[in-house]
């Protein structure tokens, strides 16, 4: 649908990309969401009705057992930790991930989308600035906010019920919820990483050279998957008006990248994972550079390259991941003289091929663990914030020297 107010950088397609054969079209989504929202409206007439038929006898206030569900959430935790042994656990028996992640409950933080307020859960928010404020952002830009035009097809056709009409007086109501929200989670992640800002005094530095690259599954903007999200309009799109929430977003290092350092909140299982993916290429926030952190270290002295490969062989072996099934396969292994390092608290540990294998699973077809904690004893059961850094050295860049994170779990 052409505007006069947009012109979009990309040519646009004719129709929207990605489908499938056995993906459904807007019409299945359409009425499953109709279905959904009927036994809403049932159980929400049948909970007005039980209010009504109380407060009738008994007087206001409805009683506390017809609307706390504590009882039921506590009931339902209980039965779960409890359950004889599921597909998780044969998992976990499998190698592909501890046991421990089946009853544990676990905090993550993700570039997927669309995912529940994506300002505060995603990569981004918990990753650790450096010493002058700079955090690794979306190399994407919005082309246009507001709303878009209609889409005909979308539309009622004459003479049916018209849903749209039919909700239309909450829909202002709701988007200016929808703005003071956005508002508010601006300014708390804004005041998150002022908060963090110091003179940065311990070895593990965060560095300048992990990105989020404008790639096809990077989506900037409001991404949450509802009616009201705002998303899919990067200059990175060829479908604008798609208004695309799906993507499985990424954030990209390679060995002149330096530390990424996240904080981990409230850690108290000893359990951390991190999925990753290595069909991304290069990283292109380090092209042109010939040094870690493009030679920066704290301002202080240029830092070469082969100050951290440890007389590792840096000839790395090319392998070229264009078959989908070979690419998922072969990811199991490092490429030669690639090593990826973590740190807990400030505590190096270095994964060679040897350890990477220990720790590695191709658990699905896009989903690749890499199992970083599991120690039960690591706080001694006491809840903490923990500093978790991660880097590649060994090798330079180029497509054989990248990680790839996309989540991290934690517990």
Known sequence: IDRDDVTPIKAQREVVAGGASWHPGFREHRLTGRVLTMWFLHALEDALETWMDVTVTAGDPLPDEYWHISDDYEGVKKNVSEMTDTYCEEGSTAGLWPKRVCFVPMYGRTEYTPRNDPDNTSLRSIIKPTADGYVP????KVQYEGDDLPIPTLQEPEGEIDVVKIVSAKKGDVRRLESHNNA??????????????????????????????????????????????????????????????????????????????????????????M??????????????????????????????????????????????FDDDEVRLSQRRLLPEGMLVDYALNGQITTLDQAEWEKRYSHSQRVVELLTILDDPNFTGGQAQDVEFAVRVRGCNRGKDCTLSINHVYWA
């Open 275 to 320: 999925n990753i993916d290595g069909w991304h290429g290069e990283n292109p926030k380090t092209v042109g550079w010939t040094q870690v952190n493009d030679g920066k270290r704290r301002g202080l002295r240029r830092v070469d390259a082969v100050d951290l490969l440890d007389d590792v062989n840096d000839d790395t072996r090319d392998l070229r």
């Open 137 to 140: 952002e979306l190399e994407i």
């Open 184 to 273: 508010a989670l601006t300014t708390m992640k804004q005041n998150s990483h002022q908060s963090v800002l110091r003179e940065l005094d311990e070895a593990i530095t965060p560095g300048r050279g992990w990105s989020f690259p404008p790639a096809g599954n990077n989506h900037a903007g409001y991404c949450d998957g509802s009616f009201y999200s705002r998303c899919g309009r990067g200059d990175n799109q060829d479908c604008l008006l798609s208004g695309h929430n799906d993507g499985r977003g990424f954030m990209l290092g390679d060995g002149l990248s330096g530390w990424v350092v996240f904080t981990l909140k409230d850690l108290k299982e000893g359990l951390i994972i």
